[in-house]
């Protein structure tokens, strides 16, 4: 056992192979309803996207949060994780005809809806099999968030949502259809979101969509504010749980809830995140001109964030105690970007060495593809080793 993992019983699995603590995934789930039940009318969805192994769903399905789908498939995983489809939410700015159809049959909770074009279509479709759906808008709130480029959502730039300037058309127009029932309004400005001042800048922006809702009189059952909570990648062992305290309170302190509101929030990355870790094996370590590499039977294909957004994971050698040495650590993949970190300070490596990416548990094994003729790696809980 070196730090929080059981080295001595790996050799039982093939890597490379995800490894989740589940007493970590419990706790954070405890600390979430911890905070959460502060204050009142506080509901909070797993964004099931950011991991949907059966094993952690079970967990997190377990301690009663709802779910937030954006695709059909996951309606259907989050159906058979024993979600009930009263507490599903489902965003998506492009929902086929047999998505809504789902979600109809189903009867999830809330369809976040998109656009207009959108607003009818669910409406047709509901209207054929007798049915009423329950939608919520999805306003760009053109919030920024300090995070990367490629994850902010709310920027009137992004695809995503409805503009504030048509939202009163929009719910006007809902009203005014048949299978469908106008409940709510939501929000997602962005992923990986370490400043609480973001979220305030959302709860402001929230603030004046109701207090223009409210002159005319239109009223507002849920507001979901998605999610976004980010975690500490530098330090997982000595901050291992996001920041919920904080996050929780600017939501309860700044939005302005009106009598008998839900305030629903979305998070993914903070619930799964830090409890993940990617196990692999050191296969060579090769001398560069320039550098030192250590070649891993891990790939982009198992953990493509580093290559995709150029993310930050926490690498450590988990078999060996040597003085440190520095190395680019690099994957077996036909990518040039198939790189997981460079320049890192690692216990000197050997061939046959366990090699831990933390805070790999969310869009992690999710995203893990097939390239090179790859398997997909397994994931296994702490507990079944
Ligand atoms: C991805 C997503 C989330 C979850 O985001 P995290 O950063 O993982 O918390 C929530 N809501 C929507 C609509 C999303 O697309």
């Given at each position: ?47 099931i ?10 967990i ?26 009263k ?267 366990y ?9 992690g ?9 790859r ?6 809980l702490?507990?079944?080793?």
């Amino acid at each position: 056992m070196k730090g929080i993992f059981p080295v001595d019983k790996f050799n039982s699995v093939t890597t490379p192979f995800y490894y989740y603590d589940t007493e970590l995934l419990r706790n954070t789930l405890s600390e979430i309803r911890h905070e959460t039940s502060k204050y009142d009318g506080f509901c909070v969805h797993y964004a099931i996207k950011a991991n949907a192994n059966p094993k952690v769903l079970g967990i997190i399905c377990q301690a009663g949060l709802g779910v937030d789908c954006v695709s059909g498939w996951e309606i259907q995983t989050a159906l058979n994780a024993g979600f009930p489809a009263k507490k599903i939410v489902y965003a998506g700015v492009g929902k086929s005809d047999w998505e809504i159809q789902l979600g109809i049959d189903k009867d999830i909770f809330c369809f976040n809806v998109e656009s207009a074009a959108e607003l009818e279509v669910i409406n047709n479709i509901a209207q054929k099999s007798n049915k009423v759906a329950r939608v919520a808008f999805r306003i760009n709130p053109d919030v920024g968030a300090h995070t990367h480029a490629n994850i902010t959502t709310g920027l009137a730039e992004n695809k995503f949502g409805i503009a504030m300037a048509d939202m009163e058309d929009v719910i006007l127009k809902a009203e005014e259809m048949k299978n469908v029932t106008f409940v709510g309004l939501h929000f997602h400005i962005g992923s990986q979101i370490l400043d609480m001042g973001d979220f305030r800048a959302l709860c402001n922006r929230i603030n004046d969509l109701q207090d223009q809702l409210e002159r005319h009189h239109i009223r507002v059952e849920h507001i979901n504010v998605g999610g976004g909570l980010g975690i500490d990648y530098n330090h997982p062992n000595r901050v291992p749980m996001a920041d919920f305290e904080s996050y929780f309170k600017t939501y309860a302190r700044h939005l302005k809830l009106r009598n008998g509101q839900t305030l629903h929030f979305e998070l993914g990355r903070a619930v799964v995140a830090p409890c993940g870790t990617l196990i692999t094996k050191c296969l060579y370590v090769k001398e560069g001109t320039a550098k030192k590499f250590t070649i891993v039977d891990a790939g982009m294909t198992d953990l493509i964030r580093p290559a995709l957004y150029q993310a930050y994971h926490k690498i450590e050698n988990i078999s060996s105690e040597e003085p440190i040495e520095t190395y680019d650590v690099v994957g077996p993949i036909c990518e040039s970007s198939d790189v997981f970190g460079k320049a890192v300070d690692l216990n000197a490596c050997h061939r046959g060495d366990y090699i831990a990416i933390r805070s790999a548990g969310a869009y992690g094994e999710i995203m893990a593809s097939c390239y090179n003729c790859r398997p997909m790696p397994k994931g296994y809980l702490s507990d079944e080793f």
